[in-house]
């Protein structure tokens, strides 16, 4: 991750849209050399100048700075291709339904890829009514805990929180077939079809 806008991002969108030195330069209301400086490394951008310059650029301020451009084509935004990210300072989780340039605690976040449960992060399901009760298999101490489940199907995501010395273990109504995801903060995501 770029902790700055750098200048081979600004030239390559500038160039991606067409624009020269000098008509970017007129659009921020900077000079023409000031641009070629950034785009040569001899010089940054200030910072109340990234947003307009994101503007000029046709991009977002996170997606200027991290030199990404995303484009979400998942239009129909099937839950299940969706996307698990979590903070691994604060531990905030975050799904996306498409691609996405997530950013927490000045970290871009990487998007999870789960593993199929294991036998150090096992998981039961039992019926209990209309209810299904939920069981990770894991040590739960401050150190080292499963901090979240999710069960996810093409239209609709239930996330229950977990907190280290409680129990990883709830009731959720799973509804329809989908993947019940859960997080260890040590060894990452894991799944299992449902
Ligand atoms: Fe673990």
């Known amino acids: ?6 200048g081979n991002t600004i030239k390559q969108l500038r160039e991606g849209r067409n624009l020269t030195q000098a008509e970017l330069a007129q659009m921020i209301g900077v000079s023409s050399k000031t641009v070629s400086k950034w785009e040569t490394a001899k010089g940054l951008p200030d910072i109340t100048l990234l947003q307009p310059l994101a503007q000029a650029l046709g991009i977002s301020v996170i997606e200027l700075m991290n030199g990404e451009q995303i ?7 099937n839950l299940l291709r969706g996307k698990f990210y979590v903070c691994p ?10 691609s996405a340039l997530v950013s927490c605690c000045g970290i871009t976040l990487p998007p999870l890829e789960a593993e199929e449960a294991d036998e150090d992060h096992g998981i039961t399901i039992e019926n209990v009514e209309d209810e299904h009760f939920i069981t990770v298999h894991h040590p739960m101490t401050k ?19 977990f907190y280290p010395e409680g129990n990883a273990e709830t009731r959720m109504q799973l509804r329809g077939r989908g993947q019940l995801y859960y997080y260890c903060n040590r060894h990452g995501l894991f799944r299992k079809k449902v």
């Open 71 to 77: 484009t979400n084509r998942n239009v129909s935004a």
């Open 143 to 161: 150190e080292h805990f499963i901090s979240f489940a999710a069960f996810v199907t093409c239209d609709r995501i239930q996330m229950v929180k």
């Open 89 to 98: 300072v604060c531990g905030n989780a975050i799904h996306s339904t498409g």
């Open 1 to 6: 991750m770029n902790t700055y806008v750098t």
